[in-house]
């Protein structure tokens, strides 16, 4: 294993087609979750940098507006192009930040550029409707425009891809953008705004603001110029956005927290039920909001399912994101690791049986690093605080079940809904489950949920709106009723 030291750049913030320093001339410490070193220091920009970046926004606002889609479709394509002639710095920033496997991180920029050229395209089908009218002096037409100048807030997980999957839908609607990128991993959002700048965005038309959250939210959600909030990230603080938004009756969208069920019948073909479980659970080290959170294996082939599971997951090559041989990096911060640490020993002392893992793993030179090994854990119960709680780590905990109808009632029982699997070959089955989970999206011996083509997104605490597909880009349009005497 390569133990690599990281040179330490400095981030600044961009505001009306610039890089700034923050008003503050202040800079918080960006660190490597492999080793704990710093490796950035980013712009601690305050309420006075974000007031700037609306200023810009919404100054911009009406000429990217009125562009056609056509020049808007061009500007995104060339970002797009850039995005994959670089892919390669853009990999290595977000697994240096985030600690992500290095050809991981390559598949999030796909999917960021995916989502690019997606609404670069879409963007030229923003039709209108007319609309038959019951007299015949009438003319009913709706038209579609942008929603005003956007606000985005993203998470350190999906650092490039939330940013791409926000920023792509808003700009092809005609959207003006101040984005908030989480502290922990901006550099990746840094860059995709270097290539955007240099693909032909408008100054002001994109603008990117780091520091306290808080205090750049209050000014994001009480500024009547953001007429929409898009922003993905934990159920706690997308409550308290909401809350907010509420008072100026702003447009929005959440993306919020996730406890998948992932249910196992003993008619599914369980090599491939395996396989599938070992690539989503250990994804980005299990911090993926569709992360399978709680398995549900019918208790027939409880055995023979843990002991394939076992051998699979015992083969994952935990280390540094950057060792391109690395499946599993580390989680991105202490308290991550922390909560993983407490679930595990809370767990066990109630009667979960550790299957494999369950420690930190023996790694030479990364002691420092928030590692944790792929966990299976059986004989979890609902009494746990992993059934209660979204995980977000590398642990994998069993449940068994006798009945399709009483997985369906457990799968159910809980406030989150956002994606569930299921693995069955009985098409009946398959039908009559997939329609009964109450999910915004359900895997069917299927692991891969976020496709450009298609909506992701939430139900129940898990959020609002989608993102992906038309619907991803009709959540920053809309809709004008126009009626007419001639
Ligand atoms: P988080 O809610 O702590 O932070 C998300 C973003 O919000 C960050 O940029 C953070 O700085 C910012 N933020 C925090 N407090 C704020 C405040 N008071 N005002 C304004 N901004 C504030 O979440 P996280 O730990 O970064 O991400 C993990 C969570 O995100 C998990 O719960 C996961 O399930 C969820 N997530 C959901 C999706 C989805 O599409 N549904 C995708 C990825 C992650």
Known sequence: MTIVKSE???????????????????????????TGEVIAKAAHGDEQDTKLAIDAAATAFPEWSRKTSKERADILTRLHQLMIENADELAKKISEEMGKPIMQARGEVMNAADYVLWNAEEGKRIYGEIIPAATPDKRLQVIRHAVGPVAAITPWNFPLGMVARKVAPALAAGCTVVLKPAEQTPGSAILFFRLAEEAGIPKGVINLVTGTPDKIGDVLLTDKRIRKVTFTGSTNVGKTLLKKAAEQVKRVSMELGGHAPFIVFEDADLEHATEQLARNKFLNCGQTCISANRIYVQASIKDQFLSMLKEKVEKLQVGYGLDVTTQVGPLVSAAGLKKVEDQVKEAVAKGAQVVTGGTKPDLKGYEEGFFYQPTILADVNESMRIANEETFGPIAPIYTFETEEEVIAKANDTDFGLAAYCFTTNLSRSIRVSESLEYGM?????????QVEGPFGGVKESGMGREGGPDGLADFLEKKFISTVY
């Open 8 to 34: 330490v750049t400095t981030y600044q913030l961009y505001i009306n087609g610039d890089w700034v320093n923050p008003i503050s001339n202040d800079y918080f410490d960006v660190v490597s979750p492999a």
């Open 442 to 450: 359900v895997g069917l011996n299927d692991i891969v949920l976020a």
